[in-house]
């Protein structure tokens, strides 16, 4: 696939912040054309928390509708584009857009690197992928201190990423830390950065991911909380009702408008 010959994103607003309607292969073919172009772009993996943190806050939401492409990791979202007239809308998770892009970059030998999680989970990490994908290219690998960085450690790591050839940088941060640093450094790190959360810790087999039912049903919140209670039970149980209400008032508004 060519940038050229691809269709324009299709996307809509959900409760103020950008969702593309893409998919698994529309996604990678769009990320691999960047990274062998060494363009530098910024792509969310996003959920009901992102669309939430966006409600509430004037600079998350900026960064997430500046971004090149905005995914619907959550079904909540999925769900939410085919109300808002994407019937063939499709979930783009995180966890599996990953080793998707990673087998596109190993075929292509296109180098990649990774950015992010403590340095046990990105130890075990790139042991797993390594052994999934013997021939990948990783140039970098780098596990941030979990502290706001001074601004001349920001510009070696910068440097640092530059000059390793990287030309896709997964970032596993927490959100909207993860996508207000991608939006920060786009036009500054030279490659494409792709913010894939708890996909680092799901992939290096130290944090457990729901069954595939509860992810078709929307319901990955409820595993998530059952086994990450302290960190994510403000997330979840301040987000999740919000949503409901407010996207359900805006859905009923569209709704009313396209009936006119």
């Given amino acids: 696939m060519t940038l050229e010959n691809t269709p324009p994103l299709q996307s809509r607003f959900i409760l103020g912040m950008r969702v593309d309607c893409t998919s698994y292969a529309d996604a990678t073919g769009r990320i691999l054309k960047w990274a062998e172009n060494r363009e530098s772009r910024a792509v969310c993996i996003a959920t009901v928390n992102n669309v939430m943190e966006s409600h509430d806050c004037s600079d998350v939401r900026e960064a997430m509708n500046a971004a090149d492409l905005v995914t ?39 180098p990649v690197g990774f950015y992010g999680a403590s ?14 994908f013997p021939s990948l290219r990783i140039a970098y690998a780098y596990s941030p201190p979990f502290r706001r960085l001074e601004a001349a450690e920001d510009q070696a790591i910068q440097r640092e990423i530059n000059e390793s050839g ?17 939006m920060a450094h786009r036009g500054k790190v030279h490659a494409v950065m792709i913010g894939v959360g708890a996909a680092f810790d799901f992939l290096a087999g130290v944090k457990p991911q729901a069954p595939r039912w509860m992810m078709r049903c929307g319901l990955e919140w409820c ?9 994510l039970w403000r997330r ?13 008032a805006e859905c009923i508004s569209y709704r009313l408008s396209a009936g006119r």
Avoid: C
């Fill in 119 to 132: 340095p046990e989970v990105l130890s075990q990490l790139l042991s797993v992928v390594r052994k999934e």
């Fill in 223 to 231: 595993f998530r909380l059952a086994t990450e209670p302290k960190r």
């Fill in 72 to 110: 619907p990791d959550g079904m909540p979202l999925v769900w939410g584009l085919r109300l808002l007239g994407f019937g063939a809308a499709s979930r783009v998770y995180g966890p599996d857009l990953t080793p998707i892009v990673l087998a596109a970059a190993t075929r292509e030998g296109v």
């Fill in 236 to 248: 979840y149980l301040r987000h999740n009702p919000r949503f409901v209400l407010f996207f359900g």
């Fill in 166 to 182: 990287a030309r896709i940088l997964f970032v596993g941060m927490s959100s909207p830390k993860q996508d207000q640093w991608m």
